[in-house]
């Protein structure tokens, strides 16, 4: 069953907020896995937590990268 976490730690590439919604399956406030859906509430940039075994970070899907914010 998915859930749908806010964690303070974790900021869009894009906007650099904080306001990061994560749907995870196994995921909790410290601890986000490679594959997890992400999206910035402020910007609206969607994509995935990519994580490494030590840290995490939501990754926008390349073609919003590029995208300028009004």
């Not at 590439?13 to 410290?30: A, P």
């Not at 994580?51 to 073609?63: C, I, L, M, Q």
Request: proline share 1%; with cysteine; net charge negative.
């Amino acid at each position: 069953m998915s859930k749908k976490l806010r964690p303070s730690w974790l900021t869009c590439e894009r906007c650099e907020s904080v306001q990061i919604e994560v749907t995870t399956e196994r995921g909790n406030d410290e601890w986000l896995y490679s594959g997890d859906q992400a999206k910035c509430l402020d910007c609206g940039a969607t994509g995935m937590i990519e994580a490494d075994g030590e840290n995490a970070w939501f990754e926008v899907d390349e073609e919003q990268k590029d995208v300028q914010l009004h």
